[in-house]
T-cell receptor, first 114, second 117 residues
């Protein structure tokens, strides 16, 4: 079946540090891959996406590349800010003939200190 | 309009009450979803509507009853809830793009924070 595994948190970084949050997946076929971010007290926001192998999604300084050979979609940012403190979820979406459901990783809480 | 809206933002109800959560989108999306989320955990899928028909029910107890009156609206009717049902309830929507190898991104609303006393 489909599943997503992401590194456990919490992750605590100083401002301007480099961020990597690892995400690997198991899926049949060719899922779409996403990173969602959830700020305290809010819903989930789509941060970036990739729909095929070697695609790079990017937004707000965050990047992730769809690596089919390693079944990975690691999230990176070169210089984090205090405002990036949030919970980050890696997710995959199977095609609708497999139900079209979003499968989430467990989430990684990021705390950025000034 | 790229928003999913949800009302109310907060809801407190007793175990004998009946209440409803509402969700609306005007992006022309044809799939809509209800999720339940506990603190710092991933959302858990409850229901999926596709073209206004219920397509997935993830074995949700009957005290939760979804309704899709039209392509823009999604309701979740609540009755005889338990304290363990207290959570953030999220609505989402997506295009229903057929033929793609992978599924579409889902757009989430801000959620309704439900407390059952």
């Amino acid at each position: 079946g489909n599943s997503v595994t992401q590194m456990e948190g919490p992750v605590t970084l100083s401002e301007e540090a480099f961020l990597t949050i690892n995400c690997t997946y198991t899926a049949t076929g060719y899922p779409s891959l996403f990173w969602y971010v959830q700020y305290p007290g809010e819903g989930l926001q789509l941060l970036l996406k990739a729909t095929k192998a070697d695609d790079k999604g990017s937004n707000k300084g965050f990047e992730a590349t769809y690596r089919k050979e390693t079944t990975s979609f690691h999230l990176e940012k070169g210089s984090v800010q205090v405002s990036d403190s949030a919970v980050y979820f890696c997710a995959l979406s199977a095609p609708y003939n497999q139900g079209g459901k979003l499968i989430f990783g467990q989430g990684t809480e990021l705390s950025v200190k000034p | 309009d790229t928003e999913v809206t949800q009302t109310p933002k907060h809801l407190v109800m007793g175990m004998t009450n009946k209440k409803s959560l509402k969700c609306e989108q005007h992006m022309g999306h044809r799939a809509m979803y209800w999720y339940k989320q506990k603190a710092k955990k991933p959302p858990e899928l409850m229901f999926v509507y596709s073209y206004e028909k219920l397509s997935i029910n993830e074995s949700v107890p009957s005290r939760f009853s979804p309704e899709c009156p039209n392509s823009s609206l999604l309701n979740l009717h609540l009755h005889a809830l338990q304290p363990e049902d207290s959570a953030l309830y999220l609505c989402a929507s997506s295009q229903r793009t057929s033929g793609r190898a992978g599924g579409d991104e889902q757009f989430f609303g801000p959620g309704t924070r439900l407390t059952v006393l």
